[in-house]
């Protein structure tokens, strides 16, 4: 009988101990909350309402600049001079500047023929042209492939080099510049540049090459991307649309207004002369490209996007590759925003309003502000006032400025309009990242520049051949748990929860939502999910 009682006991024991534990954690919440997490929430509230307004001015001043420049604007032929090139009987091929197309590569296995095959069908004069393919491979067998590669275009008479170096400074950055290095580069007048998954149509240079040829002051002209397997996946869906505004949008107004944008280091053709004036590839940040661009553009020089050229390419259809693909792109402008503020601030070249335009629109607004505020105030601040109902956001903040944001940014891809809630939830979670990265790079943190080559799967040829080629596995438990995203995950569930029990801002269906959205993204699921066209 003693046994019974003394059973009895212990679990008595655990539960009142938990319920002081429970009454104690109660205590501190309510002596600390009001006189430090209530003015501490309220002031994150203010700051993030400040960068939603500045994001919402933002997208609204794009938006009325390319709905004018639809309108009213004129088409690059008519902006700057255009006259397609033609044959000089007394110069001959002479008369065509020299052109080096540089094709930076690692470890390519699936796409290097094509890549290879595209730059050596471009159109222009055989002997005004120069195929530099630049291979940075560690793995011997596709070393050897590409060079053989190389070696069956060279015995077609296609002018080819291939070059190899003993290490990978620098990356990308360090390839090209010790492609810009041979002697026979000096002879060009032009260069233009493809990652190893575009594919350029024939008549890339015969649409681009006149620009730079008949107005002097152009350094750059960047076509767009055109994504051959945006419809794998609901993640390509979501990327597609998110490019699409950048192209569509940030791209076109950048070269309509200030004739300046971010090179995108693909699909694009240099004017050597301003390449090197400019400074030349520098490696001190995982955005070599927009280094260059913003350099260039503080010399004067003039860019011009061609939003009717478009260059096929592949998007990355892993959740790992896409993640570490965002690292880049947000650690990098990051932590090239604070290496050269103070050098666009005492750039004499150029006017006051480029100035603004590429410190605060530029980098500030797009590279900074837009990550931090998406992930904080969506993800952290707004669903902390359900713990903290004293704090108190004003709907035109929580509703009315995201929904206009969101609208605007789906004028980009009209065909996924019906997918605008599943981009809203990819989005949020992959801010976290983002952010992250961009904290990183503001203070040169021990990420700052890793550089995880964004894998390659060959979907292109694999449609184009009309073969079905094994897939590879998607989930590894090991390669996709982040426990980042779990955290947030359990946050919110935690937040929708006590919205449900105790809170007044009805708010829980969006923290469940998101929530879930967490989770899968933790899981790396969303890879395998397929959009319904």
């Known amino acids: 009988m003693d046994r019974f009682s003394s059973s009895t006991v212990i679990p008595e024991a655990f539960q009142g101990a938990k319920d002081d534990l429970t009454t104690q954690l ?16 309220r002031l994150a509230v203010f700051l993030c309402l400040i ?22 604007g004129r088409k690059p032929e008519k902006r700057y001079k255009w006259e397609p090139m033609k044959d000089d009987i007394e110069l001959g091929n002479s008369s065509y500047p020299m052109v080096l197309v540089q094709v930076p590569m690692y470890n390519e296995r699936e796409v290097y023929q094509l890549s290879i095959g595209a730059a050596c069908g471009l159109s222009w004069p055989s002997d005004r042209i120069i195929i530099q393919i630049l291979d940075d491979s560690t793995d011997p067998t596709i070393k050897e492939m590409v060079q053989l590669e190389c070696q069956r275009w060279a015995s077609k008479g296609v002018n080819i080099k291939y070059e190899v170096r003993d290490n990978r400074n620098g ?4 390839a090209l510049k010790e492609g810009m290095k041979r002697s026979y580069v000096k002879q060009c007048d032009c260069v233009a540049i493809f990652d190893a998954d575009f594919q350029p149509e024939p008549d890339f ?30 993640m390509t869906r979501m990327q597609e649309m998110s490019l699409d505004y950048h192209f569509t949008v940030e791209q076109e107004v950048g070269s309509s207004t200030y004739a300046f944008f971010g090179f995108n280091g693909t699909a694009g053709v240099w004017r050597i002369s301003a390449l090197n004036e400019a ?31 478009k260059v096929k390419n592949e998007l990355p259809s892993t959740l790992k590759a896409y993640r570490y693909q965002q690292h880049r792109w947000s650690c990098g402008p990051a932590n090239l925003f604070r290496k050269m503020v103070l050098e666009i601030i005492n750039n004499k070249k150029v006017s006051l309003w480029k100035k603004i335009h590429v410190i605060y629109s530029f980098f500030f607004v ?11 105030f969506y993800c952290i601040v707004l669903p902390a006032t359900v713990l903290v109902p004293e704090v108190v956001v004003p709907k035109w903040g929580a509703v009315y400025i995201p929904s206009v944001i969101t609208i605007l940014n789906a004028v980009g891809t009209p065909r996924s ?3 605008l809630v599943f ?15 961009t904290i990183i790079g503001l203070l040169e943190a021990s990420r700052v520049n890793e550089w995880v080559v964004t894998e390659k799967l060959g979907d292109a040829l694999k449609a184009k051949a009309g073969g079905k080629a094994p897939k590879k596995p998607r989930f590894k438990i090991g390669d996709r748990i982040h426990l980042l995203e779990l955290g947030v995950a359990f946050y919110l569930f935690f937040c929708g929860c006590y919205d449900v029990m105790f809170g007044k801002n009805h708010f829980f269906i969006f923290l469940f939502i998101q929530s879930l959205a967490f989770f899968i993204m933790a899981f790396g699921y969303v890879g395998t999910i397929v959009p319904q066209s």
């Open 366 to 376: 797009r590279k900074v502000v837009a990550h931090i505020n998406t992930f904080v």
């Open 423 to 437: 981009w809203i939830l990819f989005e949020n979670v992959m801010s976290l990242h983002r952010t992250k990265a």
């Open 279 to 309: 400074g030349g590839w520098k490696d001190r940040t995982t955005v070599e490209d927009m280094d260059l661009a913003v350099r260039a553009s503080l010399k004067g020089w003039k860019f011009l996007y061609l939003s009717d050229l």
């Open 51 to 72: 960068m939603s307004v500045m994001m919402l001015v933002e997208r609204v001043y794009m938006s009325v600049v390319i709905t004018l420049v639809k309108l009213f």
């Open 26 to 41: 109660a205590l501190v919440w309510n002596q600390i909350k009001a006189p430090l997490i209530v003015p501490l929430l």
């Open 171 to 174: 990356y990308k950055a360090g």
């Open 205 to 234: 240079l015969w649409r681009t090459i006149p620009f730079l040829v008949h107005n002097p002051e152009l350094a750059l002209i960047q076509a767009r991307w055109k994504f051959v397997n945006a419809d794998e996946c609901l």
């Open 417 to 419: 309009f019906h997918l």
